[in-house]
C-alpha cells in the first residue's frame, strides 16, 4: 500500500518570501506525483504533477515541485508568495500500471500568507 | 456545465436517516471519483465509475454506503442510517477519459455532511 505524510500542517509565511511545502510518499512500486491547491470553500485544484522526465516541475501560480526518488519526496516551493496563496495544499500519490485510478493523497499543509 | 457541480453544499441529518448526494459531473466525461474528507484531512476514495460501470468500491467504509450513475453521466452517493463518524465533505471529481494520470481530474466543491 501506498501512503503520503505532508510534514507540516501548518506554515506560516510573510508575503513576499519564498516557501516550501514538504512531502514524502511510500510505495512499494512507482507512483505518479500531484499537488493539488484547495481555497477556502472551493473545490481542489491541481497544481501541477509528475508523470517521468525531468524532475523539476513547473505548475500554475508560480509554483514548482521537485521529485527526488531516492528521497521519496515531491516537495512543493515557491520564490515569492502572495497574500492570494494562503489555501490548504494537497501532496498526492497515484499508482504506475495498474487499474487503480485513485488518489491517495495527504493530510494537508495550511499555507498562512501574513501582510 | 461550467464545472463539477455537487448538490446540496451543506447537509445537516439526524442520526440514523438517510441521505443522498448528487453530482453533476463535466459533461462528457467518462471517469467519475467520490472521497471523503474529514476535517483536517487529507480526501480519502470512496468509489470510481467508468462511464454507468462501478469498476472500483474498495474504498467505500461500509455497506450503508452505496453509489449508483445509471446513465453514466449524474452520480448519487447514499448513505444509509448516518452515523456521527459520517460527518465529512464528501467531493466528486470527474476526468474525460478513463482515469489515466495523465488527464486532470476536476473536482467539484463538496457537500458538507454533518451527523447529529
Known amino acids: 500500500a501506498q501512503s503520503v505524510t505532508q510534514l507540516d500542517s501548518q506554515v506560516p509565511v510573510f508575503e513576499e518570501a519564498p516557501v516550501e511545502l514538504r512531502c514524502n510518499y511510500s510505495?512499494?512500486?512507482?507512483?505518479?506525483l500531484f499537488w493539488y491547491v484547495q481555497y477556502p470553500n472551493q473545490g481542489l485544484q491541481l497544481l501541477l504533477k509528475?508523470?517521468?522526465?525531468?524532475?523539476l516541475v513547473k505548475g500554475i501560480n508560480g509554483f514548482e515541485a521537485e521529485f527526488n526518488k531516492s528521497q521519496t519526496s515531491f516537495h512543493l516551493r515557491k520564490p515569492s508568495v502572495h497574500i492570494s496563496d494562503t489555501a490548504e495544499y494537497f501532496c498526492?500519490?497515484?499508482?504506475?500500471?495498474?487499474?487503480?485510478?485513485?488518489?491517495?493523497f495527504g493530510s494537508g499543509t495550511r499555507l498562512q500568507v501574513q501582510p | 456545465g461550467a464545472g463539477v457541480s455537487q448538490s446540496p453544499r451543506y447537509k445537516v441529518a439526524k442520526r440514523g436517516q438517510d441521505v443522498a448526494l448528487r453530482c453533476d459531473p463535466i459533461?462528457?466525461?467518462?471517469?467519475l471519483f467520490w472521497y471523503q474528507q474529514a476535517l483536517g484531512q487529507g480526501p480519502e476514495f470512496l468509489t470510481y465509475?467508468?462511464?454507468?460501470?462501478?469498476l472500483d468500491k474498495s474504498g467505500l467504509p461500509s455497506d450503508r454506503f452505496f453509489a449508483e450513475r445509471p446513465e453514466g453521466s449524474v452520480s448519487t452517493l447514499k448513505i444509509q442510517r448516518t452515523q456521527q463518524e459520517d460527518s465529512a465533505v464528501y467531493l466528486c471529481a470527474s476526468s474525460w477519459g478513463t482515469g489515466r494520470p495523465t488527464e486532470g481530474a476536476f473536482f467539484g466543491q463538496g457537500t458538507r455532511l454533518t451527523v447529529v
Open positions: 509528475y508523470l517521468s522526465g525531468s524532475t
Open positions: 498526492a500519490v497515484k499508482i504506475m500500471d495498474t487499474g487503480r485510478r485513485a488518489l491517495t
Open positions: 459533461s462528457g466525461h467518462v471517469s
Open positions: 510505495s512499494s512500486v512507482s507512483v505518479y
Open positions: 465509475f467508468q462511464n454507468e460501470a462501478q
